[in-house]
């Protein structure tokens, strides 16, 4: 058997539907199951060196010792998530780009404006969007997007471009209204969603990391750039939308079953889950789903979804409504997360919102990593514990509250969740009698 210094490890791998592909390896003297989700990642590879460096950190760290630990890192078929809300395909904080350190538009050299080169461009990024598809039996529906790509000047092609982005999710999940989604699915008018995610008519200067206001500021007027903002705009809020919707499909139908089987062994007293980014969205969902005393704690680790999640207009509200989860819910969050804050931005862009401060607590759409758990009754929020703390450093968790940890002291950017103190924090609600 596999192990993380020392813990055995075994990882359970689910399909798009939720299907259960390859079954974890769990000892028969395992006492607490630490069950870990990646977020936007397609490749295990990465996903495993995640779960490697934060356990290997967890053990150097966890004072009551790893006897009876098992850890089981769930896989699944995310995708990394471009959207910078800046024309052009932008990678995740500190990655390059095909294009370059931006990947934008500008980035690729596109700056004259010509057709040739923004068709070119558009005509790449939809060959990345289709791999995001591949094995998904879509092939009818992206053919007849690939199709309309030529003629996007034409206002019945652009229409007709939403339309087939729409009927390529096919139903929105049940978590849409809290991110902007249900601009995207029910606005009467699809041609207007190409234009304003064009950023044609955006007039604020200090939109953020280049948003759309920034691109209006910079002189990008011409109507082929317009269109490529339009096209890298639309698949990334679509990859973004297919992605929200498949982590609660694995939460729901995939990990819940899963964490019932585990909670009917007599050996098993306690299970933890913990969740990054998408994967966040992934073991909140499983969460909500099971009914056990054993699921103890919930850890959040810059989670991409709304920071409205658990309030009482939320989906995840059944987690604190329902006590699903007997221990601590932790959840770290920080401005320094540039990719929850843009991911957000996405439904300003739809409904055409570019205030100030997009995407703070202050933002209908704001994301959970980025300004943690709003919009509820103080009786669920610990008053004691609000930032994360050092390494060895004394927390103040509580039984059955949520714990906003503000992380900018430890946290640099979205995927910097596996260092000491991340794991300092799980560790002291692993240990929380």
């Not at 934008?104 to 005509?123: T, Y």
């Not at 044609?200 to 903002?229: H, M, R, T, W, Y």
Request: charged fraction near 25%; glycine fraction near 12%.
């Amino acid at each position: 058997m596999d192990s993380i210094a020392g813990i055995p490890y075994s990882t359970v791998e689910f399909n798009q539907d939720g299907d259960r592909i390859k079954e974890p390896d769990i000892p028969v003297d395992a006492r607490q199951v630490l069950i870990v989700s990646h977020g936007w990642k397609n490749d295990r590879g990465e996903a495993d060196h995640m779960y490697r460096d934060l356990f290997k950190n967890f053990a150097a760290v966890h004072a009551e010792g790893t006897d009876g630990l098992a850890i089981i890192g769930v896989i699944w078929p995310s995708k990394k998530f471009d959207f910078d809300g800046d024309g052009m395909a932008a990678r995740e904080e500190g990655e390059e780009g095909e294009e370059g350190k931006d990947g934008d538009m500008r980035a690729a050299g596109l700056d004259d404006g010509s057709a040739a080169a923004v068709n070119a461009e558009i005509a790449r990024e939809f060959s990345r969007f289709e791999e995001f598809y591949a094995d998904a039996g879509k092939e009818k529906q992206l053919a007849a997007l690939r199709e309309a790509l030529p003629q996007l000047e034409q206002p019945a092609a652009k229409k007709a471009f939403v339309i087939g982005l729409r009927e390529l999710l096919g139903t929105p999940d049940k978590t849409s209204g809290l991110d902007g989604s249900e601009f995207f699915f029910e606005l009467d008018d699809p041609q207007a969603i190409f234009t304003n995610a064009s950023g044609e008519s955006a007039e604020v200067d200090d939109a953020p990391n280049g948003g759309a206001g920034d691109v209006a500021g910079q002189g990008l007027g011409s109507a082929f750039k317009k269109i490529g903002n339009a096209v890298s705009s639309l698949l990334n809020m679509t990859t973004y939308y297919e992605m929200k919707k498949r982590a609660g499909t694995v939460g729901t139908l995939g990990l819940a079953p899963l964490i019932m089987e585990l909670a009917q062994r007599a050996s098993i007293e306690r299970i933890h889950l913990i969740g990054h980014s998408f994967g966040a969205r992934l073991v909140s969902a499983a969460a909500m789903h099971v009914e056990t005393p054993k699921l103890h704690s919930l850890f959040l680790l810059q989670a991409a979804f709304s920071h409205s999640g658990f309030a009482p207009f939320g989906y995840f509200n059944d987690v604190v409504e329902k006590s699903r989860v007997s221990g601590p819910i932790v959840i770290t969050h920080t401005p320094n997360d540039k990719a929850v804050g843009k991911a957000y931005a996405i439904a300003s862009r739809i409904v055409k919102d570019f205030a100030n401060g997009l995407g703070d607590a202050n933002d209908k759409y704001g994301g959970l990593g980025r300004n943690g758990a709003v919009n509820l009754d103080s009786k669920y929020v610990s008053p004691a514990c609000k930032a994360l703390l050092a390494s060895g450093s004394a927390y103040d968790l509580q039984m059955g509250l949520i714990h906003n940890l503000e992380s900018s002291a430890f946290i640099r950017n979205h995927g910097d969740v596996e260092g000491r103190e991340v794991a300092w924090a799980i560790s002291r609600g692993v240990a929380l009698a």
